[in-house]
């Protein structure tokens, strides 16, 4: 196994179980007598050592800033069954959390780092595990874990690979980066999962991320309790998740919006399978920006004339995708939130998100803040939401931090 030599001191976050390796902390590669290239391969694994030789751990190689996403620390090798473990543990933890449940069957099983296991995402919908690898490592030991999933998870039957838009672009891949792993019964292209008792449709072949965003379950939940009576706007729905909860909530009207009309016709099919007959749900196909402006000047989108609201939500995709980007991004953020802050009504409720890694929660608040008085209007804070508890932060590995919200009270 190639050695990676660390350059004096640089093992202090690693001897603190930070889980990366940055290129500028590598005084020297020492690749093994039988490696065929002149340098790691991206993906293979590793052995890290500090500057006086003791071994600080093993992972997976990469080409970037960051070298080497470590796996396990203090040994030199993967201990046998490290997968099976790692998942294991991840799984025990999501029981004993309750997340398992007749009335919710869809969860995240491992969160990257928050799991132990840099650069995988595995999120369950009922017998189906969608996984997702976001380094090449993960990518070349998806057999061994599609077989540990089915092996460690008593529900689990099938796994399917989507990994097309999270892998390294630049990477040089082999095999398919799409497509079941593991599918010994046949799976229904129609696929309904539960959360809290609301059914959705989930479509891992063509949808965003694994078919659904489980990062907001409980904050639906939250909009649920708040729902009741209200008209509410729900921006960047996707399959309508908030929506689906503010109907169950007792919502007077709810709008949807989403620039995807596959989006949209995921919304439909959601309402309509818990809702049947359902009168006051509205979706619409839109632009974000050119909806609220339509609506601010008070005019006609897609045949409705739509009023104000009483309750909206926020939560557009990540504005920033990387640290340069975060200042236009923090830009994105306060014109869409001052554009809905002014057309709430009074006393109206705004839940409002960043899941922009790049952007910390002060930032958000900040842009947040800015919105608020550009509008002129008062504004308190009533809760500040996060990540739920199946996509973990591991606490030597705060990058983890991503989903940030804000419920604000505007008067
Ligand atoms: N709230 C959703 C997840 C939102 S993901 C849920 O609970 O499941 C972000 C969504 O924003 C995606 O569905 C994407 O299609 C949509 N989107 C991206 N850019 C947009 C824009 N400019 N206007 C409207 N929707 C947009």
Not at 224 to 232: C, H, L
Not at 262 to 275: M, P, Q, S, Y
Not at 322 to 334: C, E, F, I, P, T
Request: hydrophobic content about 40%; glycine content about 8%; charged content about 20%.
């Amino acid at each position: 196994m190639t050695t990676i030599l660390l350059k004096p001191h640089k093992e202090e976050s690693i001897r603190r179980f930070h889980p990366w390796v940055f290129s500028g902390a590598i005084a020297r590669v020492i690749l093994d007598a039988d490696h065929r290239a002149a340098e790691p391969v991206e993906g293979e694994l590793v052995r890290v050592m500090s500057a006086d030789r003791q071994i600080l751990g093993v992972g997976h190689w990469q080409i970037g800033s960051i070298s080497v996403r470590l796996l396990a620390f203090g040994v030199g090798e993967l201990p046998e069954r490290f997968w099976h473990e790692r998942i294991a543990s991840a799984y025990t933890m999501r029981q004993r959390l309750g997340l398992l449940r007749e009335d919710n069957t869809i969860y995240r099983l491992i969160h990257g780092e928050g799991d132990m296991l840099p650069g995988l995402v595995v999120d369950m919908y009922g017998a189906t595990a969608v996984v997702q690898a976001h380094s090449v490592g993960m990518h070349l030991h998806r057999s061994e874990i599609a077989q540990a999933i089915v092996d460690v998870v008593p529900e689990a039957e099938n796994v399917y690979y989507k990994s097309d838009d999270t892998l390294p672009f630049k990477a040089q891949i082999h095999g398919d980066k799409a497509g079941w792993l593991i599918s010994p019964s046949k799976v229904s292209d129609q696929y309904w999962a539960l959360e809290n008792g609301i059914e959705v449709r989930i479509d891992w072949l063509r949808g965003q991320k694994t078919g659904f965003f489980i990062d907001q379950r409980e904050n639906r939940a939250l909009v649920e309790r708040y729902a009741a009576g209200k008209d509410v706007l729900n921006m960047f729905c996707y399959t309508g998740g908030f929506s689906l909860y503010a109907l169950r909530g007792g919502a007077k009207l709810v709008h949807s919006v989403d620039v995807s009309q596959k989006a949209i016709d995921l919304v439909n099919a959601n309402v309509a399978r818990n809702f049947p007959g359902c009168t006051n749900h509205q979706a619409v196909t839109a632009d974000a920006f050119d909806y609220l402006s339509a609506v601010t000047n008070g005019k006609i989108v897609n045949d409705q004339i739509v009023n104000n609201f009483d309750l909206i939500i926020l939560d557009p995709p990540a504005f920033a995708k990387h640290r340069d980007a975060v200042k236009n991004a923090l830009r994105g953020y306060q014109r869409i939130n001052a554009k809905a802050i002014e057309m709430i009504r009074p006393g109206g409720i705004l839940f409002t998100f960043s899941c922009s890694q790049a952007v910390d929660k002060e930032a958000f608040r900040l842009a947040v803040f800015s919105a608020a008085a550009q509008t002129g209007r008062k504004v308190r804070i009533l809760h500040q939401l996060h990540q739920p508890q199946d996509h973990p932060i591991n606490i030597y590995h705060p990058e983890g931090e991503y989903l940030k919200g804000l419920v604000l009270y505007v008067e």
